[in-house]
């Protein structure tokens, strides 16, 4: 799933399900990037790396071509309930530390929040994809 638009669709379908027939938890695993920083990026003014972090999956693929990031082929599970999420990204290199991270379901946001999100109004999203 390297298109946007389809992410957004499939994870809204899960989200309309979920608001209809909410379980007690769900878990989603999908392949991923995760993207590390490099020296050069640790080197741009505080102001200048927020920015560039909060700005979306395309920017960050730029930063790797501009050297800023380097990219870590991982898996990306995420487990939540309608309180807490757990995000658990492993890299596919068994070599490399994995990443977890224990928050509350309030702290989290973007297209793979499922509790607590606005079920989609699909008839008002035509030709997304």
């Known amino acids: 799933m390297n298109h946007g638009g389809k992410k957004?669709?499939?994870?809204d379908v899960i989200r309309l399900a979920i608001s209809a027939h909410p379980p007690p938890a769900i878990v989603l695993v999908t392949a991923a990037n995760m993207f590390r920083a490099t020296e050069k990026f640790n080197a741009l003014p505080y102001e200048e790396q927020k920015r560039r972090v909060e700005s979306g999956h395309d920017e960050h693929h730029r930063?790797?071509?501009e050297g800023l990031y380097r990219i870590i082929d991982?898996?990306?599970?995420v487990a939540q309930t309608?309180?807490?999420v757990c995000i658990r990204m492993?890299?596919?290199?068994r070599t490399q530390k994995p990443e977890t991270k224990l928050f509350d379901q309030a702290d989290f946001d973007g297209r793979?929040?499922?509790y607590g999100k606005q079920p989609p109004d699909f008839l008002s999203k035509r030709?997304?994809?």
Request: charged fraction near 20%; include cysteine.
């Open 112 to 114: 793979m929040k499922f």
């Open 127 to 129: 030709g997304r994809m």
């Open 8 to 11: 957004d669709y499939a994870t």
């Open 90 to 93: 492993q890299p596919v290199d």
């Open 74 to 77: 991982c898996f990306n599970a």
């Open 63 to 65: 930063m790797v071509a």
């Open 82 to 84: 309608a309180a807490r």
